[in-house]
């Protein structure tokens, strides 16, 4: 039997990562717009993140705004606590 190659990289310490990516519209240089990517990546040094924005500033016209990145190791369910209360504000 084999094993998919995705379960390997999972046992390998890859897991999803999440990165929203804000850039310049190449026509229109002061308007953002988005991109969402997703991929298996090796947490902290997150190098197939490192090699698409690599492939991202060498090849596409719109410029790089800024990258948020979201992956289980930066922020887990556990790290949320349950509120005893309730606040409205006027």
Do not use: C, N
């Not at 990562?17 to 308007?31: F, K, R, S, V």
């Not at 969402?36 to 090699?51: A, K, M, S």
């Not at 596409?60 to 922020?75: E, F, M, N, Y």
């Amino acid at each position: 039997m084999s094993v998919l190659p995705a379960f390997r990289r999972q046992l390998e310490g890859y897991s999803l990562t999440t990165a929203e990516i804000l850039y310049h519209l190449p026509d229109h240089p002061h308007l953002l717009q988005t991109f969402v990517w997703q991929h298996h990546d090796l947490f902290p040094e997150f190098p197939e993140l490192r090699r698409f924005l690599a492939f991202w500033q060498e090849t596409l016209d719109g410029p790089l705004h800024s990258v948020k990145v979201a992956h289980s190791r930066l922020i887990r369910p556990a790290e949320l606590r349950a509120v005893a209360g309730e606040f409205q504000l006027h």
